[in-house]
């Protein structure tokens, strides 16, 4: 059974700081994970998607990679911005095909 | 292309009343499903539907029912709302199954009193 998790759950750093933000599995057999931002009081917005057979994805200043040997996936923004501040949520799908996701990490960019 | 839009955006009720959730998308996508989000117990599903025509339960569908009333439209509707069904709504969509990347509208926020 597919078990996500995110720690830690809140991120403080200072602008132009780079940072990581990491996201665990139990099943190392898996097909793909997505990563996604969430606003408050918004929707979820997907940043990337990640095949299993991918070692990395960038988009702009974000760079996601997989390792499913470790049962882990990190999300590594760079020069971070206020504007970054948000819930980041991961999720991978189960056996059974639906996405399970992580509780998410809160991240605050301080100007 | 909107994406996926959801009605209403925010709505009240009271214990017992019924109401019906709009979600549409105009990808082309073949699989849509229902959320829930709560604080500290993350993101649920209650209901889903693979493909136009199917629909099935997810974790959550106790108190719900679902209708894919075509390709673009999948509706949540709750028959006697409750106030443990206060909550944020989400209705997202994929290509094809879990599988393929799933894609978020903007929520509806519900709240029973």
């Known amino acids: 059974k597919q078990e996500v998790t995110q720690i830690p759950a809140a991120l403080s750093v200072p602008e132009g700081e780079n940072l990581v933000l990491n996201c665990s599995f139990t099943?190392?057999?898996?097909?793909?994970l997505q990563w996604f931002r969430q606003d408050p009081g918004k929707g979820l917005t997907s940043l990337l998607l990640i095949q299993s057979s991918q070692r990395e994805q960038t988009s702009g200043r974000l760079n996601a990679s997989l390792d499913k040997s470790s049962g882990r996936s990190t999300l590594y923004i760079a020069a971070s911005q206020p504007g970054d501040s948000a819930t980041y949520l991961c999720?991978?799908?189960?056996?059974?095909?639906?996405?399970?996701f992580g509780q998410g990490t809160t991240l605050q960019v301080k100007p | 292309n909107a994406g996926v839009t959801q009605t209403p955006k925010f709505q009240v009720l009271k214990t017992g009343q019924s109401m019906t959730l709009q979600c549409a998308q105009d990808m082309n996508h073949n699989s849509m499903y229902w959320y829930r989000q709560d604080p500290g117990m993350g993101l649920r599903l209650i209901y889903y539907s693979a493909s136009e025509g199917t629909t099935d339960k997810g974790e959550v569908p106790n108190g719900y029912n679902v209708s894919r009333l075509n390709k673009r439209e999948f509706s949540l509707r709750l028959e006697s709302a409750a106030p443990s069904q206060t909550s944020v709504y989400f209705c997202?969509?994929?290509?094809?199954?879990?599988?393929?990347?799933?894609?978020f509208g903007p929520g509806t926020r519900l709240t029973v009193l």
């Open positions: 999720a991978a799908p189960s056996n059974t095909g639906k996405l399970i």
């Open positions: 099943d190392s057999a898996i097909y793909n």
């Open positions: 997202a969509s994929s290509r094809a199954g879990a599988y393929n990347e799933q894609f």
